[in-house]
């Protein structure tokens, strides 16, 4: 009884690890359609949360708090929890998912099946994406604060390793059979081609679009690597089979993060491109030679940022930064079929495929509802003069409700070059009033004479305060 006990559970655990869990990115045909095991997760940034959906129904299970959501407790010297949710990685076998909180350099694994934190570890300056090696343990981590890649014990946490690469690590990928590990930076044009055995650089790819990579991910068959370039609306398209730039693609203002899906058997790029509220999709059936534009998916949601395919390649998921939700994209038609409300500001989004098996329970562990019960961020596209080079001046404005203060931010885009702006209200009780809310200066370079200011945050009481209507963007001087 004993023995073919043994015999039983070892054929068993062959029969497991031979087949192994599929991740997406997948190539056709290999993956099981989307099932009830299957899991999104997104990384809110504002919420300070993760937010669990079932992709299969669209519905969402609840949260995950890292800690306190944004100008809570998080400014008191006592504070010790996580600041700002941001990137999002996971362990082949679906068991784990690890998130990166920007600000306080904590890496948290997460246990699928019921949501527990497993390890947390604090890493070097700014740990933003990061992602498990094959061997389903150790999560390598892009540090944008320092020039190498930190190496944590993903179950018992703490630093088992670094890597020295070139500036500012950016995010870590692994190829298919787990030897090698890609990083890109946001202080150099170059990718990084790391044997993972001996933990050091082997190749640098040169000659990227930009030096700073906000996002990069590599295709199914791991031959293609596209890197996004958010500051220069630009995507590097590298071949890993020559180790070089094929081509680069003019994507759109705010390019953000690049996945790929199979579809007819071929296989095709997509683009979240934040300013346009829109998906681009290429196709690239030779990875040596360029994409082709093919379409581009209207989104349902404000700003997309973060996207992942199912293994089937059935569907996209796409995350709108600006509108906390995400669109459900059906790939047969490339339309949005849903869209879902997540926690505030999310960034990353990934697809865990067989992260609470049958028989495990319902997943909904440990899950909150942090971040889900706010009031939907409100966003009005200001509209200034049109100047020297007949570019006109514009101005996202989003308020989001937080306890307490609203957050109000700003993505001003073409703009004049080191030129200082308001954007200013009437309140509801001064109609006649203008006040001025907010001045930022153009400082990040947009083409000749131009500039933008990515990143305007403030937080005051807006909601029941001032008009969104009246919002205004000027040039002071
Ligand atoms: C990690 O998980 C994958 C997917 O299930 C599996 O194929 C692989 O064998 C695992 N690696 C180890 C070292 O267990
Ligand atoms: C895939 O093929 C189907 C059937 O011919 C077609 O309707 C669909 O548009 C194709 N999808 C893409 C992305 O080419
Ligand atoms: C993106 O969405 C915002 C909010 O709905 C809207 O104001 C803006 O005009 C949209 N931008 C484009 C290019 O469609
Ligand atoms: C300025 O842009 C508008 C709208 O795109 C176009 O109609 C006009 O011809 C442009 N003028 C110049 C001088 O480029
Ligand atoms: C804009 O400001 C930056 C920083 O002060 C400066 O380095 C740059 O030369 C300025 N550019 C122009 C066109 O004035």
Same mark, same amino acid.
């Given at each position: 009884?004993?023995?073919?006990?043994?015999?039983?559970?070892?054929?068993?655990?062959?029969?497991?690890?031979?087949?192994?869990?599929?991740?997406?990115?997948?190539?056709?045909?290999?993956?099981?359609?989307?099932?009830?095991?299957?899991?999104?997760?997104?990384?809110?940034?504002?919420?300070?949360?993760?937010?669990?959906?079932?992709?299969?129904?669209?519905?969402?299970?609840?949260?995950?708090?890292?800690?306190?959501?944004?100008?809570?407790?998080?400014?008191?010297?006592?504070?010790?929890?996580?600041?700002?949710?941001? &990137?999002?990685?996971?362990?082949?076998?679906?068991?784990?998912?690890?998130?990166?909180?920007?600000?306080?350099?904590?890496?948290?694994?997460?246990?699928?099946?019921?949501?527990?934190?497993?390890?947390?570890?604090?890493?070097?300056?700014?740990?933003?994406?990061?992602?498990?090696?094959?061997?389903?343990?150790?999560?390598?981590?892009?540090?944008?604060?320092?020039?190498?890649?930190?190496?944590?014990?993903?179950?018992?946490?703490?630093?088992?390793?670094?890597?020295?690469?070139? &500036?500012?690590?950016?995010?870590?990928?692994?190829?298919?059979?787990?030897?090698?590990?890609?990083?890109?930076?946001?202080?150099?044009?170059?990718?990084?081609?790391?044997?993972?055995?001996?933990?050091?650089?082997?190749?640098?790819?040169?000659?990227?679009?930009?030096?700073?990579?906000?996002?990069?991910?590599?295709?199914?068959?791991?031959?293609?690597?596209?890197?996004?370039?958010?500051?220069?609306?630009?995507?590097?398209?590298?071949?890993?089979?020559?180790?070089?730039?094929?081509?680069?693609?003019?994507?759109?203002?705010?390019?953000?993060?690049?996945?790929?899906?199979?579809?007819?058997?071929?296989?095709?790029?997509?683009?979240?491109?934040?300013?346009?509220?829109?998906?681009?999709?290429?196709?690239?059936?030779?990875?040596?030679?360029?994409?082709?534009?093919?379409?581009?998916?209207?989104?349902?949601?404000?700003?997309?940022? &973060?996207?992942?395919?199912?293994?089937?390649?059935?569907?996209?998921?796409?995350?709108?930064?600006?509108?906390?939700?995400?669109?459900?994209?059906?790939?047969?038609?490339?339309?949005?079929?849903?869209?879902?409300?997540?926690?505030?500001?999310?960034?990353?989004?990934?697809?865990?495929?067989?992260?609470?098996?049958?028989?495990?329970?319902?997943?909904?562990?440990?899950?909150?509802?942090?971040?889900?019960?706010?009031?939907?961020?409100?966003?009005?596209?200001?509209?200034?003069?049109?100047?020297?080079?007949?570019?006109?001046?514009?101005?996202?404005?989003?308020?989001?409700?937080?306890?307490?203060?609203?957050?109000?931010?700003?993505? &001003?885009?073409?703009?004049?070059?080191?030129?200082?702006?308001?954007?200013?209200?009437?309140?509801?009780?001064?109609?006649?009033?203008?006040?001025?809310?907010?001045?930022?200066?153009?400082?990040?370079?947009?083409?000749?004479?131009?500039?933008?200011?990515?990143?305007?945050?403030?937080?005051?009481?807006?909601?029941?305060?001032?008009?969104?209507?009246?919002?205004?963007?000027?040039?002071?001087?």
């Amino acid at each position: 009884m004993l023995l073919s006990g043994l015999i039983c559970s070892t054929a068993l655990g062959l029969a497991a690890s031979v087949a192994g869990q599929i991740q997406a990115p997948a190539i056709a045909g290999v993956a099981p359609p989307i099932s009830n095991a299957d899991r999104l997760y997104t990384g809110d940034q504002s919420s300070n949360t993760i937010t669990v959906i079932k992709p299969l129904t669209g519905e969402v299970l609840g949260t995950i708090a890292l800690g306190k959501q944004r100008l809570t407790d998080v400014l008191n010297p006592q504070y010790i929890q996580a600041v700002n949710t941001h &990137g999002l990685g996971f362990s082949r076998d679906g068991k784990y998912i690890v998130s990166l909180s920007v600000t306080s350099n904590t890496v948290t694994v997460i246990r699928c099946v019921d949501n527990s934190i497993v390890s947390q570890t604090f890493v070097d300056r700014n740990a933003h994406e990061a992602f498990f090696a094959s061997d389903n343990r150790t999560v390598w981590v892009g540090t944008r604060g320092v020039d190498r890649i930190d190496i944590v014990d993903g179950i018992n946490g703490g630093i088992v390793g670094y890597v020295n690469t070139a &500036g500012g690590p950016s995010k870590v990928l692994f190829s298919p059979d787990g030897k090698l590990a890609y990083a890109n930076h946001i202080r150099s044009p170059t990718v990084s081609i790391i044997d993972v055995e001996t933990r050091t650089v082997v190749r640098s790819i040169t000659g990227l679009a930009d030096k700073f990579s906000s996002d990069m991910m590599l295709s199914a068959d791991g031959k293609r690597l596209w890197a996004a370039h958010k500051m220069v609306d630009k995507v590097s398209v590298i071949s890993l089979q020559s180790n070089r730039v094929v081509s680069v693609l003019e994507t759109g203002p705010e390019t953000n993060h690049p996945n790929f899906a199979d579809i007819n058997g071929t296989t095709h790029g997509f683009v979240t491109v934040a300013a346009e509220n829109l998906t681009r999709v290429y196709t690239q059936p030779d990875p040596e030679h360029a994409p082709v534009y093919l379409t581009s998916i209207k989104a349902n949601v404000i700003e997309p940022h &973060g996207l992942w395919p199912s293994p089937d390649n059935s569907y996209m998921y796409v995350l709108g930064e600006h509108s906390d939700a995400v669109d459900f994209v059906d790939l047969s038609t490339m339309r949005v079929t849903k869209t879902v409300h997540i926690g505030q500001e999310g960034q990353a989004l990934v697809y865990v495929a067989g992260a609470v098996p049958e028989g495990s329970g319902d997943g909904t562990q440990n899950l909150g509802r942090q971040g889900l019960s706010r009031q939907r961020p409100l966003n009005k596209l200001l509209v200034g003069e049109t100047h020297s080079d007949n570019v006109t001046a514009t101005a996202l404005v989003t308020v989001r409700r937080q306890a307490g203060l609203d957050m109000f931010q700003v993505i &001003g885009r073409g703009l004049k070059l080191n030129t200082t702006y308001t954007v200013s209200a009437s309140c509801l009780q001064c109609k006649a009033v203008r006040i001025p809310l907010v001045e930022f200066s153009a400082s990040t370079p947009s083409g000749p004479g131009c500039g933008t200011a990515p990143q305007v945050l403030a937080f005051f009481k807006f909601i029941g305060v001032y008009s969104m209507e009246s919002l205004k963007l000027v040039e002071v001087y």
